[in-house]
């Protein structure tokens, strides 16, 4: 199985946040490949600079690599692929994030629980 973590995912991933329970560690574990994409880089360098968060967005980048993780670039087709999607959550960075999931095709790992409407492509952890 292979996974693109949604944002939140990626920062208790690398953080080691209890937001992120033993059994979600472990699923996330068990994958053959675990993505994080551009886009959760940008959606972090953006809330961080609007101060909504407090991250280091070089140190949150290469972490991906040194956690193991797999870096996942945005193409034009997973931004086209954005039109596609059903208009069950508005967030642009989820929708890109669906997109790519779905594109490549990975399973799209959030706590989200409104995202569960995109069907069995993802999966609700917390």
């Known amino acids: 199985m292979r996974l693109l973590l949604d944002t939140h995912i990626f920062l208790w991933t690398v953080s080691g946040d209890v937001r992120l329970k033993q059994p979600a560690r472990k699923f996330i574990s068990r ?17 961080a600079r609007l101060g909504k968060i407090d991250a280091d967005v070089d140190a949150l980048s290469a972490a991906i690599e ?10 034009i087709e997973h931004a086209a ?14 929708r ?20 569960a409407a995109y069907g069995p492509g993802v999966e609700v952890l917390a």
């Open 81 to 94: 692929a954005v039109a596609r999607l059903p208009l069950h959550h508005t967030d642009p960075f989820d």
């Open 31 to 47: 994958a053959e490949a675990v993505y994080v994409s551009a886009v959760s880089i940008w959606e972090i360098a953006i809330k």
């Open 96 to 115: 890109l994030l669906l997109a790519q999931a779905f594109s490549v095709p990975l399973r799209f790992i959030t706590a989200d629980r409104a995202l």
């Open 66 to 75: 040194d956690s193991g993780l797999i870096k996942l670039p945005v193409l």
